[in-house]
């Protein structure tokens, strides 16, 4: 039996064959009983009815015998009737003999008997037809041939029968040596048949529970809500196989289902976060501009003050008052409508530039300002008032009690994927302590170290470059060096952003 | 739990069906199903009349008459008149032969002793075209279809030169002979007679004493133990049978009697054969029975199919002596 196919019958296939088979051995084993007690009792009585039959063929002839010798003598109607009547019930006797050849020696000596008998009935009716002659001589003779052919006949018939006792007494041990066969051969097919029909029945159960067990304890998993379960495999093809088939489908389609709320939810996180970026930028705008306000009082009033100023002063001939006035109406204008808006770096740099100019106006030539740019980068973009805070920082922080030389130093550089914007002061500089303190950033009360004198801190410009470069660390777009005696170097790192992108 | 239950179907199958193989083949053996595949039927169903069921002579006869039985397809119906020396039949040979003629028979084989009504009931049977043939004696004034057998005054003259030449031409002999087979007169005259007339040219040897047993072997075991046992002159002892020989070289060894006597024996079984070997007998005096059996058979069969065959058939005479049988174990 090929197992394999057998797995893959359906359910009811398997059930069907299942009682099929059993019913085919239980039938077999009813039918081989059946067969063997009939042969038995055939044997049996195959036997009596030999013992029988010979008996009565003997008795036959003796009758015979006596029928012939009573008409013989008497020859009366009676004793024909007696003779015709036995001659009759011989002769049918006579018919059921086999006369065939044959290699065995009962049907030899059968045959025998049945030749003999012939001849024997034959002498019979010759002797009564004699009589009935009155041929003396013929019936004397004819009777004394039946006499010489009975003797045969009983020869025969005796041999026969202690033949058929020898063989009755073989198959009687025969019979014993059998039935204790078959009570073995019985008990096996009933042990076999009791372990087949286990074997089967365990086999069937274990068939049809073992997948369904398996698929109970996955989906138990699942409706506890363990989506993580393996796929199960089952190949029974049959309905449980099917069943297994759409468990998989449901359990698929329901983790699709998880992994797409999965990504909806992490989307909706990352806009919360750049809706929080948004409104933190807007926060720090609103604090920068603020400042800005709280420094200038009244700024398009001074605005507007500064330009009659500058251009009193031009009417009167005082040029260089006019164009420093124009500066810082310059400066004041920038800082009030650019603040919040994204710039290119060479408007910052104009910005700053703008700024050196008031303080060199005020301070004279002891501080000096210089830039080493990459002018490929000036189209780049970047949020405003970023550098000017930075620069502010390193005079009054660096510069403002040196006597001379004082030197503010913009470099802008292209560094991998990014700009590098770099301001350095060769001014006082800063000691350890002093330096982390302004690095605190996330410290709101260590803030106040980085503010300048009335502008905006190091940690708004911090905040807004992290913003802007979409940093997860302040480390990505701030750094500062400084040597105590030595001065102060600030490095700024920006993407970069074309101003249409 | 769950490896219990990982059964290898396929073994425990197979397993079953080797359980069940070795039960059916002990019950099939014990129901006797080989007994259903019988032979196919004979072409002829064959009566045959022999003397011993237990003479070695007559079962090689029956061997030889079987292999020819098998060979031509024909049933034997075997009768025996004696077992060891013992009668067994009811019936006289005459009867036997009448018994088969009106009991379907296609042939008759029949060993011949004295018996006027031998050839009226061989003449009937030949009426009922059942063909007889005669064995060991014939019955010539009957319509037997042939007679086998051999030259029994030959047996004798063969069996007096190995006398002669075991007493070298002198000394006293006894002739142990039982009744049947003074009831086979033709044959036993024949023997003695071919024995005596080669034997007398010798002249110095003289017979003096005859030995019949009337009670089969037990009778000339008694009546040749009383004669070992005494005092005698007797040099020699002649055997005309090979039940009688065997009977005869064992009361040798049991008086210890061995090269007191020589003995010339009747037979060739392989008891004999021995005795001969180990010089017990001097020689033995053998008909072939195996070819003469076969013969018997072959020639009715032959009949049967319309054949005609001789009216005589001569089986060949042998004469076995230690020589002759260690020539051929060391050829």
Not at chain 1, 66 to 84: F, G, K, Q, T
Not at chain 2, 283 to 302: D, H, P, R
């Amino acid at each position: 039996m090929n197992l394999l196919k057998f797995k893959h019958l359906s359910l009811r296939t398997k059930l069907l064959s299942y009682f099929i088979v059993m019913t085919v051995i239980f039938t077999l084993i009813s039918g081989v009983s059946a067969y063997i007690s009939s042969n038995q009792s055939k044997q049996v009585s195959g036997m009596v009815i030999d013992y029988v039959f010979l008996n009565d063929l003997n008795e036959g002839i003796m009758t015979l015998d006596n029928d012939v010798e009573s008409y013989l003598i008497n020859r009366s109607s009676e004793a024909m009737l007696n003779y015709y009547n036995t001659l009759n019930e011989l002769t049918l006797k006579n018919k059921k003999l086999d006369k065939v050849r044959t290699y065995d020696e009962s049907e030899g000596l059968i045959r025998s008997i049945s030749f003999t008998l012939t001849e024997y009935i034959g002498q019979a009716d010759k002797a009564i037809e004699a009589k009935r002659g009155r041929n003396t001589q013929t019936y004397t003779e004819a009777y004394g041939r039946m006499g010489q052919l009975s003797k045969y006949l009983t020869a025969d018939l005796n041999e026969l029968l202690a033949i058929k006792l020898k063989e009755g007494s073989k198959n009687y041990n025969l019979a014993m040596a059998k039935s204790e066969a078959i009570t073995w051969f019985s008990f096996f097919l009933i042990a076999s048949s009791l372990l087949v029909g286990v074997g089967l029945a365990s086999y069937m159960t274990l068939a049809i529970t073992k997948p369904l067990d398996t698929l109970t304890k996955r989906a138990e998993r699942v409706s506890s809500g363990d989506f993580d379960v393996e796929v199960v495999a089952i190949e029974t093809n049959d309905e449980i196989q099917i069943l297994a088939d759409a468990f998989n489908e449901m359990l698929k389609n329901i983790r699709e289902h998880i992994d797409y709320l999965t990504l909806q939810s992490e989307l909706e996180n990352h806009l919360k976060e750049q809706m929080m970026q948004n409104l933190s930028m807007k926060s720090l705008l609103k604090e920068a501009e603020l400042k800005s306000l709280q420094s200038q009082i009244n700024p398009h009033f001074l605005y507007n003050t500064l330009n009659a100023a500058s251009q009193l002063s031009m009417i009167e001939g005082a040029d260089r008052t006019s164009e420093f006035i124009q500066k810082i109406a310059m400066y004041f204008r920038y800082m009030l409508k650019k603040l919040g808006t994204n710039v290119s770096i060479q408007d910052e740099l104009d910005n700053v530039e703008t700024y050196m100019y008031i303080l060199k106006t005020r301070f004279g030539e002891r501080i000096s300002y210089k830039t080493h740019i990459e002018k490929h980068l000036l189209d780049y973009v970047i949020p405003s008032t970023i550098l000017q805070p930075i620069v502010e920082n390193a005079y009054i922080h660096g510069l403002e009690d040196k006597e001379e030389n004082g030197l503010i130093d913009v470099s802008l550089r292209e560094e991998g994927d990014k700009i590098c914007i770099q301001i350095r002061d060769n001014g006082q500089g800063m000691d350890q302590s002093q330096l982390s303190s302004l690095l605190a950033f996330e410290k709101d009360d260590a803030s106040h170290l980085g503010k300048n004198s009335g502008g905006i801190g190091v940690q708004n410009v911090a905040e807004r470059l992290k913003i802007f470069g979409s940093a997860a660390d302040y480390n990505e777009v701030i750094a500062i060096t400084s040597e105590l005696g030595e001065g102060t170097t600030v490095f700024l790192w920006l993407p970069k952003v074309k101003e249409n992108a | 739990m769950k490896k219990a239950f990982q059964i290898n179907w396929q073994w425990l199958i197979i397993a079953f069906l080797l359980v069940g193989i070795f039960v059916n083949n002990q019950t099939i053996q014990s129901l006797n199903i080989h007994a259903f595949f019988s032979k196919s039927q004979p072409r002829y169903q064959l009566n045959m009349i022999l003397k011993d069921s237990q003479d070695p002579f007559w079962i090689q006869f029956k061997l030889g008459a079987d292999k020819a039985a098998n060979f031509y397809a024909c049933a034997l119906d075997t009768t025996y008149l004696e077992e060891r020396g013992q009668a067994q039949s009811p019936f006289k040979i005459s009867e036997l032969i009448d018994k088969a003629s009106v009991s379907g028979a296609d042939g008759i084989i029949s060993f011949i002793m004295e018996d006027p009504q031998n050839a009226q009931v061989i003449d009937r049977a030949s009426q009922a075209d059942i063909p007889t043939i005669t064995l060991e004696n014939d019955v010539p004034n009957s319509k037997r279809a042939s007679f086998v057998g051999y030259n029994a005054f030959r047996f004798g003259q063969e069996a007096a030169k190995k006398m002669n030449e075991a007493l070298a031409g002198r000394g006293k002999i006894a002739i142990v002979m039982n009744r049947n087979e003074v009831a086979e007169q033709d044959s036993q005259n024949l023997k003695i007679s071919g024995f005596l007339n080669e034997i007398n040219k010798s002249g110095n040897i003289t017979v003096s004493e005859y030995i019949v047993s009337d009670n089969g072997i037990y009778g000339t075991q008694d009546i040749v133990g009383k004669l070992l046992d005494s005092e005698n002159d007797i040099d020699g002892l002649f055997i005309t049978n090979s039940v009688d020989t065997e009977s005869v070289a064992q009361l040798l060894i049991e008086y210890n009697k061995v090269g007191a006597y020589q003995v010339v024996g009747a037979g060739n079984s392989e008891q004999i054969k021995d005795y001969t070997k180990k010089r017990i007998l001097y020689a033995s005096i053998f008909v072939n029975a195996y070819e003469m059996g076969y013969q018997c058979v072959e020639t009715l069969a032959k009949i049967k199919q319309g054949e005609s065959v001789p009216s005589y058939i001569d089986t060949t005479i042998g004469v076995l002596t230690p020589e002759n049988l260690f020539e051929k174990s060391n050829p």
